[in-house]
């Protein structure tokens, strides 16, 4: 099993909706990061979360420390929403980061 | 400048070719990462340097050689890679590697093809 799990793994959305993905991890933690990579490659840091809520323009992320989840949700979708996702962890043990497998998501106009 | 460059942006090289990949950064971060990603999977670490010196090696073969001449730069140094270790290179920066709470920014990667 994965100590980094994130579902779903891919995500088809009309454009306007609201759109959750979620991560579970296994590890204790000091940091969650939510990272966006668009086809070409470049990654793009979205949050980093130790505790609660943050939100940006459409996007929110959560955190529930106790419960080990994650969720990033982004409000009236948009194509160019679509890119692949990922969640990643630093543990408390370490520096660095422990990636999921990333959800792959489209949204269609 | 919250930005970190990488050149080039693509590499096709043959099994017997020297070449190197170049990652920039002007934020003042002192650890700095290179990762190899494969398509449709997560990036995969392979070395972080922190203050200019080595400090995690993946156990990466010895055909990736790193090198870190100042804060700045970070480079890779490849010489007689296998078609296998085609992939996208990326590049990050951070901080300090070994205060947990931080951010790592990351390039824009070199699609690399070995032939």
């Known amino acids: 099993k994965n100590e980094v799990e994130q579902s779903p793994q891919n995500l088809t959305a009309q454009e306007g909706e609201f759109i959750t993905i979620n991560c579970s991890y296994s590890v204790g933690i000091s940091a969650l990061h939510w990272l966006q990579q668009h086809p070409g490659g470049g990654i793009v840091s979205l949050f980093m979360l130790s505790s609660g809520k943050k939100k940006h323009g459409r996007l929110i992320a959560t955190i529930n420390i106790q419960e080990k989840h994650s969720s990033l949700h982004i409000t009236a979708s948009h194509p160019r929403d679509s890119a692949v996702y990922i969640c990643?962890?630093?543990?408390?043990?370490?520096?660095?980061?422990?990636f999921g497998e990333g959800t792959q998501l489209t949204v269609n106009p | 400048d919250t930005e970190v460059t990488q050149t080039p942006k693509h590499l096709v090289m043959g099994m017997t070719n020297k070449k190197s990949l170049k990652c920039e950064q002007h934020m003042g971060h002192r650890a700095m990462y290179w990762y190899k990603q494969k398509a449709k999977k997560p990036p995969e670490l392979m070395f972080v340097y922190s203050y200019e010196k080595l400090s995690i090696n993946e156990s990466v073969p010895s055909r990736f050689s790193p090198e870190c001449p100042n804060s700045s730069l970070l480079n890779l140094h490849l010489h007689a890679l296998q078609p296998e270790d085609s992939a996208l290179y990326l590049c990050a920066s951070s901080q300090v590697d070994m205060i947990s709470y931080n951010e790592q920014f990351f390039g824009p990667g070199t699609r690399l093809t070995v032939l």
């Open positions: 990643a962890v630093r543990r408390t043990s370490g520096s660095r980061l422990t």
